[in-house]
């Protein structure tokens, strides 16, 4: 078989070969110490104060793996003049869980948001019931962090943390974009979860303004349906539903004897 050549004599799988070594030449992005490694499943490691169940072997789930409408909600609050940006992203990462609503549990890595890091949720639904999930934090940098979550949470998308200035005042803002993992998550923010999410970003937003000295800040909340089609080829995602096994776990645990400690020796 012949080799084919260019127009400079060089034939084609040499130069085939030279691309490859220019590419592999090319320095990485300066913020591929930002992203997290690529997982097929979730790893967990458990941690104090939250249930820690549903999400070890999980996938990470984005709209396209999501059954219901996509949405996009943004929640915006004013932080004044007096912080820059990476400083209210540096308290965001470091304190987060001390900014969410009472009876929200958020347990991350000790280090705070990093790249790659698996945090556990115990998230109150109502009911007395507390629904056992957890996020990934894909990206984290001095000026965002995006959280992803995995299956069964009750909505698949990700969560974009960010601030930035515009003319004096700095402003944070969360940003959400996802679809209702499963019909029942679906059935559960038409009747109700969409206004109680919007007020959960909202208390979040306004605890973070108040810790850096933002005076009465308010959330500026801004909703918008991006796909109103629902993807039934998802439907099946309600086998992972973890609001439905957080209600049988904790049904179960009530069944189940306690171990009881051994008497102390001596």
């Known amino acids: 078989m012949t080799q084919q050549t260019g127009p400079e004599g060089v034939s084609s799988a040499e130069r085939i070969g030279l691309s490859m070594r220019e590419s592999r030449a090319q320095p990485a992005p300066r913020d591929a110490a930002s992203w997290a490694a690529k997982v097929e ?3 967990v490691e458990q941690r104090d104060g939250v249930r820690g169940t549903n ?3 999980r996938r990470l789930t984005g709209p396209v793996q999501g059954f219901g409408k996509m949405w996009q909600k943004t929640y915006r609050v004013n932080l004044g003049s007096a912080v820059t940006p990476r400083e209210a992203i540096a308290t965001w990462k470091a304190h987060f869980p001390e900014f969410w609503p009472p009876g929200n549990r958020f347990a991350g890595a000790l ?3 990093s790249p790659g890091d698996v945090a556990l949720l115990d998230l109150a639904v109502g009911g007395g019931v507390k629904l056992s999930t957890g996020v990934f934090v894909l990206y984290a940098d001095e ?3 995006t959280l992803m979550t995995p299956q069964g949470h009750m909505f698949a998308g990700w969560i974009t943390f960010s601030a930035a200035r515009s003319g004096p005042d700095a402003f944070a803002q969360a940003q959400v974009l996802m679809r209702a993992n499963d019909p029942l998550y679906e059935i559960g923010l038409a ?3 969409h206004r109680k999410e919007d007020r959960f970003w909202a208390q979040t937003l306004t605890a973070l303004g108040e810790r850096l000295g ?5 959330v500026e909340t801004r909703s918008e349906c991006i796909d109103p089609r629902r993807q039934w080829r998802n439907a099946r995602n ?3 539903n973890a609001a439905l096994r957080s209600v049988l776990q904790a049904a179960a645990a009530r069944f189940t004897p306690k171990r009881r400690r051994p008497p102390a020796s001596g």
């Open 41 to 43: 499943r979730l790893a």
């Open 55 to 57: 999400v070890a072997g």
């Open 111 to 113: 280090a705070g948001i």
């Open 143 to 145: 000026e965002s962090f």
């Open 191 to 193: 009747l109700g979860g």
């Open 214 to 218: 933002a005076a009465g800040p308010q």
């Open 238 to 240: 309600i086998w992972h």
